[in-house]
């Protein structure tokens, strides 16, 4: 009797196989440190933009921080879908809607920015806890929190949408 698949030993399948997991970790990685790039993008062009405490609303300024929370997002967004293929039975999102709370950006968008930071570090975290040093352990923040990896992408990819739109054009 021939068999018609594959024989599950065949060195070729399995150097294939595992250059494939090694390409998968690698995009994993790069769009990782592009969404952290862009995030100190977001944190050096408000810093640029803040005298006196208080935030210039300039064209210029409008024009380069859109673009930088425009990227952003859609990075988080994309890391969120190449993480959600394969990991299907994970949370994409939650109840919780990111909302911008400054009240036209008199503290310069603060508040927001820390929550950007929080979010993209909690998400990283656990990426690199999940794909790069795996444990048979949980912790005990990922048990009380419920929050997954994507949900914390989408938190940034939804605040860094709502900031976008919040300064204008």
Not at 123 to 139: C, G, H, K, L, M
Not at 145 to 166: G, I
Request: charged share 30%; hydrophobic share 35%.
């Amino acid at each position: 009797m021939t068999s018609v698949g594959p024989r599950t030993n065949d060195p070729f399948v399995t150097q294939y196989v595992d250059r494939q997991i090694g390409y998968y970790l690698t995009r994993i990685r790069s769009a990782l440190v592009m969404l952290k790039v862009h995030c100190e993008e977001v944190q050096e062009i408000r810093a640029n933009a803040m005298i006196d405490n208080s935030l210039q609303m300039t064209p210029e300024f409008r024009k380069k921080w859109r673009k930088a929370l425009g990227d952003l997002s859609r990075d988080a967004r994309g890391l969120k879908n190449l993480i959600g293929s394969i990991l299907l039975g994970l949370a994409r999102k939650d109840s919780k809607r990111p909302r911008v709370r400054s009240w036209g950006g008199r503290d310069g968008y603060r508040p927001e920015v820390l929550y950007l930071n929080r979010e993209l570090m909690l998400a990283e975290r656990r990426i690199e806890d999940f794909f790069y040093q795996p444990t048979n352990t949980v912790s005990f923040e990922d048990l009380r929190d419920r929050k997954t990896m994507l949900v914390h992408l989408y938190h940034v990819q939804e605040m860094a949408k709502r900031l976008r739109d919040a300064v204008g054009r």
